[in-house]
């Protein structure tokens, strides 16, 4: 855990503020592959992280080999009628991380398969460690099909070339080619990750920025104009549609 104020802890899944008002959101579950129990630890902090007194901005983390291994195939082939309101909770909860009414930094410590990818582009900004972890799409080698909400937040985020790349061959981006491709914004040791995703946390905070009329209701409603397509798959078809695209 993170240094700070705790704020939720359960299961491996934690929220701690720091004085300066970044929030880390830590994910030590070992391989943190998704399923029922990590999607209500998830919403769960994403609570806490939502009750948090602002100027605040929030640092996902992983730890260890694993920042997420992905979704889980296991629990899935002995839940296959669960499968899909599974995958459709996970979608719900990355809207929120997507929405969020603060800057987002994803710290990818370790390998972000799949699900892992998603809860990092749907993070404003990410940093990578730069040695024994890889990002990818790993439908193509699965047989499975990405989801709409999957593709969405895809397009949302990344290129065209990016897509193609990683969606049509399954390729595993290390994090130079990860930076080369736009998928992250920053690489450096595994050491330095936690720490330079704070200092880009604690520089994004709306105080940091001089936003002298932040309202965090503004900058959610800014996220869901910019990601409209997103957004709204992910949410799923009962959505309210924003009243506005950019």
């Not at 404003?124 to 990002?135: L, Q, S």
């Not at 130079?176 to 050491?191: H, R």
């Not at 330079?196 to 946390?201: F, K, S």
């Not at 209701?217 to 506005?244: F, V």
Request: charge should be neutral; glycine fraction near 8%; proline fraction near 5%.
């Amino acid at each position: 855990m993170a240094a700070g104020k705790p704020l939720f802890a359960d299961d491996g899944v934690s929220v701690v503020a720091a004085e300066d008002g970044v929030l880390t959101l830590t994910l030590d579950r070992g391989e943190c592959r998704i399923n029922p129990t990590s999607i209500a630890l998830l919403s769960r902090a994403l609570d806490a992280v939502e009750q948090a007194a602002g100027p605040k901005a929030l640092v996902v983390a992983g730890t260890g080999k694993f920042f997420c291994n992905g979704l889980d195939i296991d629990w899935m082939g002995k839940h296959p009628q669960g499968t899909a309101s599974m995958i459709e909770s996970f979608c719900h909860v990355l809207a929120r991380l997507l929405s969020l009414g603060c800057p987002t930094v994803c710290a990818i410590t370790g390998h972000g398969f799949g699900a892992g990818l998603f809860i990092a582009l749907a993070c404003d900004w990410r940093v990578m460690r730069n040695d024994k972890a890889w990002v990818n799409f790993p439908e193509l080698s699965l047989g499975m099909r990405l989801s709409k909400g999957f593709a969405e937040l895809s397009k949302a985020k990344l290129t065209a070339a990016a897509i193609r790349l990683g969606v049509l061959t399954g390729q595993r981006f290390t994090s130079s080619a990860a930076l080369a491709s736009g998928i992250v914004d920053a690489e450096c040791p595994e050491a330095e990750v936690l720490p330079r995703a704070h200092q880009m946390a604690l520089e994004l905070l709306p105080t940091n920025l001089k936003l002298m009329n932040f309202k965090a209701e503004s900058l959610t409603k800014m996220k869901i104009e910019l990601y409209t397509d997103a957004y709204r798959a992910l949410r799923g078809p009962h959505e309210s549609p924003p009243h506005a695209r950019l």
